[in-house]
């Protein structure tokens, strides 16, 4: 269940709002309600990603409003580590973060490691994203080391550029 509270503005009038979700498999279909979570060279990545959760490879994962939109997020990688699953591309709707929407997607990709008969769940956070490591650490993983990442981000006027940081690396037995 997704909970937020809604405020409008002078009068300070606040309701809680308690809405179901669902976690089910990410669709091709679902990738233009997506956009909010990346660059159009981040969806396409996505997209590729979802040919490899047909063969058995990845899942890819969406928590669903009532009306079937997606709201978070993230993948479950079966090959990048041995005898673990790797979770990566972790994503929630801005305006939606903070509700328990990043701890669902993450409880759900855990059962479906565990379902795949691995005891054991890695991560990878930017040092420059004290909340999701906040996140993960209430979630029990333990970080144990450091490592480089860099990609290609697509910036607004179209160009391609690097992104290089750290990333803590996270683990959790299951």
């Not at 660059?39 to 899942?59: I, N, Q």
Request: with cysteine; charged share 25%; aromatic share 4%.
């Amino acid at each position: 269940m997704l909970q937020s509270v809604i405020t409008e503005d002078a009068a300070s009038t606040h309701a809680n709002v308690t809405m179901p979700v669902t976690v089910r498999d990410l669709r091709p279909q679902d990738l233009p309600a997506c956009a909010w979570s990346g660059s159009a060279t981040h969806l396409r990545h996505v997209e590729r990603e979802l040919t490899r959760a047909a063969s058995g490879e990845v899942d890819y994962l969406a928590v669903c409003t009532p009306v079937d939109l997606p709201v978070a997020i993230g993948g479950i990688d079966y090959q990048a580590c041995e005898n673990a699953g790797t979770l990566w591309q972790l994503a929630v709707l801005p305006a939606l973060q903070s509700c328990g929407l990043g701890t669902l997607l993450v409880r759900a990709a855990e059962e479906r490691i565990r379902r795949r008969g691995l005891r054991k769940a890695v991560l990878a956070v930017e040092e420059d994203n004290p909340r999701a490591r906040a996140l993960y650490e209430r979630l029990g993983y333990i970080a144990y080391g450091r490592a480089p990442e860099a990609w290609d981000e697509e910036a607004p006027d179209g160009s391609i550029r690097r992104h290089e940081t750290v990333c803590i690396l996270m683990r959790k037995g299951l």
